[in-house]
């Protein structure tokens, strides 16, 4: 099924990205810097896509530590790059599951969970929209003290809103989506 994703999405992309009216919407439109993605804390493709090459996976949480993949970036940092960087990501994830269900091991997979949950913990996690962190405060009962959530979204805003400078008001809806906003997760 991956061979046939692949295969279809490789088609996709080429006339996606080539195309003369996406070329012209996206090339040179909401730049943001390399800089200016550090400065204003921007995470994901949106950064990676400003030459940043920095991806919360690298750290070896969960399986990825005996996965092999380096982060996809862009020099460019424009609409188009943020796409481009995007697509790029997809077939990484590809390669990724591939990687992963390789080193399945046999038998049953279950982890026990007994007893109840005491202290803090604090996790960062790259999700397809960028870097998420999440904060857990519990007592030893079933209610937890304390649940933070930091979304990639309220994270590149600000990034976004220095895209949004200058620009034509036509250009507003598709500087929004380079980021691919989560809406809900900044109704909070």
Known sequence: ???KMEADLKTLSRTFLGDETVNSRLR??????A???HDLGAVG???RASGIALDTRLTGYGVYSDLAFEPITSSVGDSYARTDVRIREI???I???RQAAAKIPQGEVAVPVKGMPDGE???RVEQPRGEAIYYVKANGTKFLDRVRVRTPTFANLPGLLETLKGCQLADVPILILTIDPCISCTER
């Open 1 to 3: 099924m991956l061979n």
């Open 28 to 33: 040179d439109v909401g730049f943001l810097t």
């Open 35 to 37: 800089q200016q993605a």
């Open 45 to 47: 493709p949106f950064m």
């Open 91 to 93: 077939f990484q994830s």
């Open 95 to 97: 390669d990724l599951i």
């Open 121 to 123: 913990y604090m996790m």
